[in-house]
């Protein structure tokens, strides 16, 4: 009995040391927002993605223009037109969240654009990237060809820099 005590003991101490520790809710909350934002901007949802916004913040106030140029681009880009990919998702990936306050620093490690493309390889930019902010594919809808790829480009213009600003306003977090 002290050796099956012993071993669950040690066990549980293991298994303790591999979990992370470091789930933080408001990580995710912001790691959504970020989300969203990048997808809203994606699909043409303007309202979605202004609200968003922390209101008269620097973001909020460059927001027509900057949805002007970012829809440009989504339709003059081959990667984001219907015909080389389709279902595109904007994700980032995390490396940090400085908290302070009602405010939040957050240093990004990838920001990318997923999706179904055909001929992946022959896309000279963006680049693919190895670790996809959406590591699994959603279910294939009937419209795609069984030769497409899930593929996740670094993206550079949905959010345009790496460290990110963003504020709780009541009860959610919002890009500054």
Known sequence: MKKLFLLLVVL?????????????????????????YGNAL??????????????????????????????????AEPQYLQGVCSLPLFGVVIDTVQFQGDWAEVKLKSR???????????????????????????????????FSQWTCFENFFLIDTDTVLVKKVGDEWLLY
Do not use: H
């Not at 979605?48 to 989504?74: E, Y």
């Open 12 to 36: 549980v101490i293991f298994l303790a040391g591999c979990s992370s520790g470091s789930f933080d809710p408001r990580k995710e909350e912001i790691r959504a927002l970020l989300n969203r």
């Open 42 to 75: 994606i699909v043409g949802n303007y309202e979605l993605a202004k609200s968003c916004l922390v209101p008269s913040g620097p973001r909020d106030d460059n927001f027509d223009l900057t949805f002007q140029i970012i829809q440009n681009i989504m339709n």
């Open 112 to 146: 990318q654009v997923c999706g179904f493309c055909e001929n992946a390889w022959v896309i000279p930019y963006p680049v693919p990237v190895p670790e996809y902010a959406y590591p699994n594919a959603p279910s294939v809808p009937q419209n795609v060809s069984p």
